[in-house]
Nanobody, 123 residues
Framework: QVHLVESGGGLVQAGGSLRLSCATSSSTFSRYAVGWFRQAPGKEREFVAAINWSGGEMFYTDPVKGRFTISRDIAKNTVHLQMNSLKPEETAVYSC????????????????WGQGTQVTVSS
């Protein structure tokens, strides 16, 4: 089992920044790729970014490229999502998830999910 806990969400003005964290006490976390997804009210959950087990490969959905950065601190069992130049339409619950499979942009590839953290971007 991998228990994931997100933190770092909050209220920010458009153009601002937030840094989300996904942490776990699991000793096997370093074997997993980690993804971030978001779900806005009334919309389906969508892929945002992912990082492979070693931290050497990162993947992003096109709308966030150049503004969001995913990284992982293997020693601290933590994955971060730095979000810059946030837009009001990016208001959503952001969740992290762990996967030992490929196709990291797919929800079905993930085995473990956190509860999510609310990000609200005001205009």
């Amino acid at each position: 089992q991998v228990h994931l806990v997100e933190s770092g969400g909050g209220l920010v003005q458009a153009g601002g920044s937030l840094r989300l964290s996904c942490a776990t006490s699991s000793s096997t976390f370093s074997r997993y790729a980690v993804g971030w997804f978001r779900q806005a009210p009334g919309k389906e959950r969508e892929f945002v970014a992912a990082i492979n087990w070693s931290g050497g490969e990162m993947f992003y959905t096109d709308p966030v490229k150049g503004r969001f950065t995913i990284s992982r601190d293997i020693a601290k069992n933590t994955v971060h999502l730095q979000m810059n130049s946030l837009k009001p339409e990016e208001t959503a619950v952001y969740s992290c998830a762990a996967s030992r499979r490929g196709e990291l942009y797919l929800i079905a590839s993930y085995d473990y999910w956190g509860q999510g953290t609310q990000v609200t971007v005001s205009s």
